[in-house]
């Protein structure tokens, strides 16, 4: 069985678990059971969310649950060991594979920088991936700007960063460049002040974190069986 996994929001259904008859208990219980949960299905393989809903009161008190995997893979191995068993409870909850079924499609969300990182990390346990800057410039000006003559009211400054950045894969001879930019507004320009230094840094910080989150959105990771890989690129994909 060949899936896909890209660097994206898993909105399909098979890659969906609901989980219901999810008991209150006691207070401390409920408020550790969106924890419960994830300490269960994230044996079976790496979890995007794990939500939590109260049930409607003429459902009587309790919880359902919707827990989203990367892997339609792991949400289909982690459905038959947890239906109808107790897990952390004293009664057996259900457990159901989601039923919508949406194709990977151009307009799929892409996940944030922390999270492509996390799966990164997760699927390449065993091999190693890097990332690469091949430039990082400054478009700011703000020099340029500070020794003009005739500024308007409505001028304002701002922090502007370009960084060129690449996500490699040497295991898989497998390269990702891309570019981001990221721009930050001034309301008045400190020289040499701390807060000046700071957003500099924070702009910085983001044109990276924007230029790779989009090489890995680049990438689509081809399951082959239980444990084989590969990655190819995906050119079009925006």
């Given amino acids: 069985m060949v899936q896909l996994v890209p660097f994206a929001v898993p909105i399909e259904g098979d890659k969906t678990l609901l989980v219901w008859e999810l008991s209150s208990g006691p207070t401390p219980e409920a408020l550790h059971l969106k924890h419960s949960l994830f300490t269960v299905f994230s044996q079976f393989g790496l979890l995007y969310s794990v939500r939590l809903f109260p049930n409607a009161a003429v459902g009587g008190p309790g919880f359902s649950a919707i827990i989203k995997f990367y892997s339609a893979r792991d949400a289909h191995r982690a459905q038959k060991p947890c239906d109808q068993k ?51 410039q400054d478009l700011s000006n703000l020099e340029e700007r500070e020794n003009e003559d005739i500024v308007t009211p409505l001028q304002k400054q701002s922090l502007k960063f370009f960084c060129a950045l690449e996500v490699g894969l040497p295991s898989h001879e497998c390269r990702s460049p891309w570019v981001g930019m990221a ?56």
């Fill in 86 to 136: 107790q897990l952390f409870h004293t009664s057996p909850v259900k457990v159901r594979l989601g039923t919508r079924h949406t194709a990977v499609h151009h307009n799929t969300l892409a996940v944030n920088n922390s999270r492509c990182q996390e799966l990164a990390n997760y699927i390449f346990v065993f091999h190693e991936w890097s990332k690469r800057i091949i430039k990082l």
């Fill in 183 to 238: 721009e930050e507004s001034l309301d008045k320009l400190v020289e040499g002040s701390l807060l000046l230094f700071m957003k500099r840094k924070i702009t910085q910080k983001l044109a990276i974190q924007k230029a790779m989150t989009d090489a890995f959105q680049r990438l689509l990771i081809v399951l082959l069986g239980k444990t084989f890989l590969i990655v190819v690129e995906v050119l079009q994909f925006q």
